[in-house]
């Protein structure tokens, strides 16, 4: 069964089908408002509200294929409310387990380099951040993100380039200050 076939079984009222499009999308739902928060409660509130309201107004979706970016739509207007209320916090990924043969160096690169991310990505405009998680974090297409934010495909590739340049300024920006705080550190 394809998704508009789910949909329309849950416009229909069918509890299986709206519980098949949870399964779907609800962890690259919580995933995304995560990374639009950066708050872990607030982020499961806030897709908690999104399949509620999601649920209530399904059977005013008229085009049952176009079901992703309506929800996506719904979910980043949540996360945009929400953002201005919320505090920054930085969720620490999973720690590997001890003979997953990782060595404790490289879970503490990658735990520095995630949250030297996170903070790079929570100092862009919610414009900006808007796309990028959309784009690497959720792998829509210009085109559905397009159709998911209600723009120009062109203003999305604009957003993109621009907050690209925005992260990748931000990262250079960390790891110099790095790169010399480390240097004092061998001097004293």
């Not at 982020?43 to 309201?53: A, G, L, M, P, R």
């Not at 294929?65 to 945009?80: A, G, T």
């Not at 062109?154 to 993109?160: A, D, E, I, N, Q």
């Not at 380039?161 to 010399?180: C, D, F, P, T, V």
């Amino acid at each position: 069964m394809n998704e508009a076939e789910i949909v329309i079984n849950a416009q229909q009222g069918d509890p299986e089908a709206f519980e098949q499009l949870y399964y779907l999308y609800s962890q690259s739902s919580i995933r995304t408002a995560f990374l639009m928060t950066k708050n872990r409660h607030t982020s499961e509130d806030i897709v908690q509200e999104t399949f509620v309201k999601c649920y209530q107004k399904l059977k005013e979706l008229k085009k049952p294929e176009m079901f992703k970016y309506w929800f996506y739509k719904m979910l980043i207007r949540n996360c945009w409310r929400h953002a201005n209320k919320a505090k920054e916090q930085i969720l620490v990924g999973n720690i590997p387990e001890k003979d997953a043969g990782i060595s404790l160096d490289d879970v503490v690169e990658t735990i520095e380099m995630t949250k030297e991310i996170d903070s790079a990505l929570s100092m862009l405009s919610q414009d900006h951040r808007t796309v990028i998680v959309l784009y690497y974090y959720n792998n829509m297409s210009i085109k559905e993100i397009a159709k998911t934010i209600g723009c120009f495909e062109g203003t999305v590739k604009s957003r993109l380039y621009h907050g690209r340049n925005q992260l990748k300024k931000k990262m250079e920006k960390a790891q110099s200050n790095k790169r010399k705080f480390s240097r004092k550190e061998c001097i004293l």
